[in-house]
């Protein structure tokens, strides 16, 4: 391994020189925390891409016949790497997402009626070879070069030292200036697959299944879509939106005609040696300019009964998830019902914990909780069936998973909420919340526009395709 560190620059910006690279994947701690939002990674030009439609895996265009994670098991195994411990936790392996609809791949579930979002894989994770590591607590970047998929001594060698040089000379090229400007897409363009009056509806009706012990809740969304202009800039859509909502677990994606922008708040699982952790996020208030204000909204949601029952049955549901594959009696929660703030809304978060079994592997701990308890409801499976009745349309992205899963054996990945697939010229994002027996339809409505207000915010302003 071939590993440089090299003067700092931020990470928007040394993601924008490695994109004519092709391939980019830039996971974005654009909202800085010591803990959570302490790494950024940028990585271009993959040798090798993992899909899976249809559940049929795809690796580098040929049909395998492995199943989904296996098949992902199996070339993670194949490039192992060492752990480089003085580095940031990623330094070369996979980065992807699992689509929702990846979960019915691991359960017997129902599929929707409507499947609108056009060819958008199940999965898909690109294995790359160089990696920028940025460390903003230490002001750190390293250029970490594997040499794979190269496994001869030399040949490996000089494939880590030749793709390091290119990689940092495409960092020192000066980019030019745009000018051009973005378009605005105004709010009145989106059109949702529920009215007001319907979404209400739909939350009454979610709220019969769990009066009659069906379920104790479920995570009811409504998706938004538009059509775009030609050549619409994505990537400057991307660089407002990472401005306008900060997010410690945000990342952006091109793969081919899909490109996916996510400023997501939420971890799914973190893997750091055999340490596992979940971050579910339930309870959710807007947040208010006036700062009396905004920290009343803030007291008010710490006070609320009902995001709190929420919070503690997704917590429910997320150790009883990583029990099956955690150490006995390894699984706490260190944080139960903690405040968290963000550009637009005030989050209540939970912090679970545990230690994967010697006998379990990341695939096991994936098929065990995928996908995350926050965005479906309790108990899980049930839930997932009552989300395709009463939906319609299949999820796609949203509510699945982006990340990183390393050749070490590390691994992070968000939950895709605050998130944007882009497809030829339509984009798409959802917003959703969890319902319980005590939601009220019309704020469980709003919740849904509070989430999604910077999105909208964010198409709605012009820009140059430089900014």
Not at 82 to 91: G, K, N, R, V
Not at 231 to 256: G, I
Request: proline fraction near 6%; glycine fraction near 8%.
């Amino acid at each position: 391994m071939y590993i440089r560190e090299i003067p700092w620059l931020e990470p928007v910006e040394a993601a924008e020189r490695l994109r004519p690279f092709g391939g980019l994947s830039f996971l974005d701690s654009a909202m800085r925390h010591d803990q959570l939002g302490r790494y950024s990674y940028v990585a271009a030009d993959p040798f090798g891409k993992l899909a899976v439609r249809d559940g049929v895996v795809h690796w580098n265009d040929e049909a395998s016949q492995l199943p989904p994670l296996e098949a992902l098991s199996y070339y993670l195994d194949l490039y192992r790497l060492e752990d480089q411990p003085d580095l940031p936790p990623f330094h070369g392996g996979a980065i992807g997402y699992f689509s929702y609809e990846f979960g019915r791949l691991l359960e017997n579930l129902p599929e929707p009626v409507k499947q609108p979002q056009g060819d958008v894989p199940d999965a898909v994770w690109s294995f790359y070879d160089v990696v920028l590591a940025f460390d903003h607590l230490k002001q750190k970047v390293w250029l970490v070069s594997s040499g794979l998929p190269e496994q001869a001594g030399e040949q490996r060698t000089a494939r880590a030292v030749e793709r390091s040089d290119a990689f940092f000379a495409a960092l020192e090229k000066q980019l030019g200036q745009h000018s051009s400007p973005r378009p605005r897409i105004a709010r009145e363009v989106w059109q949702s697959n529920f009215e007001r009056e319907a979404y209400m509806r739909a939350v009454a009706g979610v709220v019969e299944y769990i009066l009659d012990g069906d379920i104790f809740q479920a995570n009811i969304a409504q998706r938004f879509s538009a059509d775009l202009p030609d050549d619409y800039p994505v990537w400057s859509f991307y660089k407002a939106l990472r401005q306008r909502n900060a997010a410690t677990f945000a990342a952006y994606l091109e793969h081919d005609d899909l490109v996916i922008a996510s400023s997501s708040p939420e971890r799914f699982l973190s893997v750091r040696g055999r340490n596992v952790e979940t971050r579910p996020i339930k309870g959710t208030v807007p947040r208010s300019a006036d700062p009396d204000i905004d920290r009343q909204h803030a007291d008010e949601l710490l006070a609320s009964e009902k995001d709190r029952a929420e919070n503690l049955m997704i917590v429910d549901l997320m150790r009883n998830d990583l029990s099956r594959v955690c150490n006995p009696h390894s699984v706490l929660t260190p944080v139960l019902c903690g405040l968290e703030s963000y550009a637009s809304v005030h989050h209540l978060v939970s912090v679970v914990t545990g230690r994967l079994a010697d006998d379990r592997t990341l695939p096991d701990l994936i098929r065990a909780a995928f996908p995350g308890g926050s965005i479906t409801g309790a108990p899980k499976l049930r839930a997932m069936e009552i989300i395709t009745e009463t939906e319609h349309v299949a999820r796609g992205i949203y509510c699945g998973s982006i990340g990183f899963i390393g050749f070490n054996g590390n691994m992070d990945t968000n939950i895709a909420i605050r998130t944007v697939l882009f497809q030829g010229a339509k984009a798409v994002f959802q917003a959703g919340g969890g319902i319980t027996a005590l939601s009220d339809p019309a704020a469980e409505y709003q919740e849904t526009l509070d989430k999604a207000v910077r999105i909208f915010d964010v198409f709605d302003m012009a820009g140059d395709i430089g900014s």
